[in-house]
């Protein structure tokens, strides 16, 4: 009925010179696009370009595995090989690196717990131990200094149906952002 992971994740978040990202991130805007890179538990053999963007609280994700080499061409400015590749999601990073100045400005670690729950094909993300950097070469390095964000942890509802009777109110514990955000999420 339900499953759960735990597991480590790292993020290298790309904004422009207003850093629109992050700006419609915080603000929780009725549009938000997102590109960033990211691997797990310290596993930097498997890194994924990913872009989210969202709606109206309807959200899409799309994503491309990228070998280490490609995701260090990407840390480093060097793009214009992006347009060579058989990937739209590789094709429009490439466009908004030459023409919006997209840059990787910001790495989050977290500790994530992920229940899902596939009579409705939800899930529950927690997030705890949240650190934050802006030393982007150091985004492969997994000894990297980091800082807490907060003393606040987050949760994140994503539905691909229906949103259950008891699903903003089944998870709660103490000390845990009260602002969660609800999605429904296309795949």
């Not at 797990?40 to 491309?64: A, G, P, Q």
């Not at 500790?111 to 650190?131: E, P």
Request: proline share 4%.
């Amino acid at each position: 009925m339900y499953q759960i992971f735990e597991y480590r994740m790292r993020s290298l978040y790309f904004g422009d010179f207003g850093s629109y990202g992050l700006t419609n991130t915080v603000s929780a805007a009725n549009r938000n696009e997102r590109f960033l890179l990211r691997y797990y538990n310290n596993d930097i053999s498997f890194v994924l370009l990913e872009k989210t963007h969202k709606v109206n609280k309807l959200c899409h994700r799309e994503s491309v595995e990228l070998t280490l080499d490609q995701c260090e061409a990407i840390m480093t400015g060097r793009y214009d090989w992006l347009k060579d590749f058989d990937s739209p999601l590789l094709a429009e990073l490439c466009w908004k690196m030459r023409y919006r100045q997209l840059r990787p400005y910001s790495i989050v670690d977290c500790s994530r717990k992920t229940l899902i729950y596939s009579v409705c094909n939800a899930r529950i993300s927690l997030d705890s131990d949240i650190l934050v950097s802006k030393c982007v070469p150091g985004f492969l390095i997994s000894n990297l200094v980091m800082v807490p964000a907060a003393k606040k942890n987050a949760m994140q509802i994503e539905l691909n149906s229906y949103i259950p009777d008891y699903s903003p109110n089944a998870i709660q514990p103490p000390g845990w952002v009260a602002e969660t955000e609800y999605h429904k999420c296309i795949a």
